[in-house]
């Protein structure tokens, strides 16, 4: 599963940094990411990152928001700087992972997400 954690309310101009962490029986995690979703909006992605380190952002958040990931701890994290009102959204972490079966092999690719947590951002 995905625990995330390290949101809150923070002013405008403001940083926060979100991590995510993966647990259980895993055999590899692919692609990690972050999504966020908006009062009466759709959830759209934020950033993602491969095992390799190629990251991928949504033009909003470009320049202002870091993705990195730490293999060994499973963990993924968000560095959000230069905040915006518009970036108040609850967040959630997604990760591509295969799981470890019950003989110890590699099972199918699933998709993982978080449980979300909440940021805010104060004008």
């Known amino acids: 599963q995905l625990q995330a954690s390290g949101g809150g309310l923070v002013q405008a101009g403001g940083s926060l940094r979100l991590s995510c962490a993966a647990s259980g029986s895993i055999f590899s995690i692919n692609v990690m990411g972050w999504y966020r979703q908006a009062p009466g909006k759709q959830r759209v992605l934020v950033a993602t990152i491969t095992r390799g380190g190629t990251t991928n952002y949504a033009d909003s958040v470009k320049g202002r928001f870091t993705i990195s990931r730490d293999n060994v701890k499973k963990t993924v994290y968000l560095q959000m700087n230069s905040l915006k009102p518009e970036d108040t959204a609850v967040y959630y972490c997604?990760?591509?992972?295969?799981?470890?079966?019950?003989?110890?092999?590699?099972?199918?690719?699933?998709?993982?997400w978080g449980q979300g947590t909440q940021v805010t951002v104060s004008s």
């Open positions: 997604n990760a591509d992972i295969f799981p470890l079966g019950p003989n110890g092999l590699p099972q199918v690719k699933s998709d993982y």
